[in-house]
T-cell receptor
């Protein structure tokens, strides 16, 4: 398993501003994932971040709105840009276990409220 | 594309009783993995159990077991001797075997264990 931390754990932001969420893993991993969980909803994948390459975004998510950095094998950031109240969600990062178990381990999430 | 359906938005069970959560999925793939994740009020996503599609034997982890019916594309979770700490949102998830494949989540079932 992997231990994942996220910062901040929660934040309240003004509309029009940006917030950068950090994700730190205690071991080197190839792929990191960023999810959004809107209130009372399931998880939706925003993008997959590989070290050393551009993130791959899912349909409905664009790099200008959710830029991602992946500078090394243990760290990634997700920025939520030009925020609106519709961006109020929990944002989670996850990593996949090495090998073929395909188990994903999740960070504790960042609860974002946009006013 | 894969879809995962959880038809029970909410369920409750008395402490020490047994409860079964339902999950169905749709895929044309033959090699895949199925997971149940638990998200308590702390919002930390926790892997409960995993099932490889090529294995006929149902996975078991302590009080948690699955009933995997590949032909029916059904993957239910049975929780025995329910405990108050089992109160959480439970998500069924699906992943195709192979690299660079995403995890697809169901909509979730909120389970409440009653004292």
């Amino acid at each position: 398993s992997a231990v994942i931390s996220q910062k901040p754990s929660r934040d309240i932001c003004q509309r029009g501003t940006s917030l950068t969420i950090q994700c730190q893993v205690d071991s080197q991993v190839t792929m990191m994932f960023w999810y959004r969980q809107q209130p009372g909803q399931s998880l939706t994948l925003i993008a997959t971040a590989n070290q050393g390459s551009e993130a791959t975004y899912e349909s409905g998510f664009v790099i200008d709105k959710f830029p991602i950095s992946r500078p090394n094998l243990t760290f990634s950031t997700l920025t939520v840009s030009n925020m609106s109240p519709e961006d109020s969600s929990i944002y989670l990062c996850s990593v996949e276990a090495s090998g073929t178990s395909y188990e994903q381990y999740f960070g504790p999430g960042t609860r974002l409220t946009v006013t | 594309a894969q879809t995962v359906t959880q038809s029970q938005p909410e369920m409750s069970v008395q402490e020490a009783e047994t409860v079964t959560l339902s999950c169905t999925y749709d895929t044309s793939e033959s090699n895949y993995y199925l997971f149940w994740y638990k998200q308590p009020p702390s919002r930390q996503m926790i892997l409960v159990i995993r099932q490889e599609a090529y294995k006929q034997q149902n996975a078991t982890e302590n009080r948690f077991s699955v009933n995997f019916q590949k032909a029916a594309k059904s993957f239910s979770l049975k929780i025995s001797d329910s405990q108050l700490g089992d109160t959480a949102m439970y998500f069924c998830a699906f992943r195709v075997s192979g690299s660079a494949r995403q995890l697809t989540f169901g909509s979730g079932t909120q389970l409440t264990v009653l004292p």
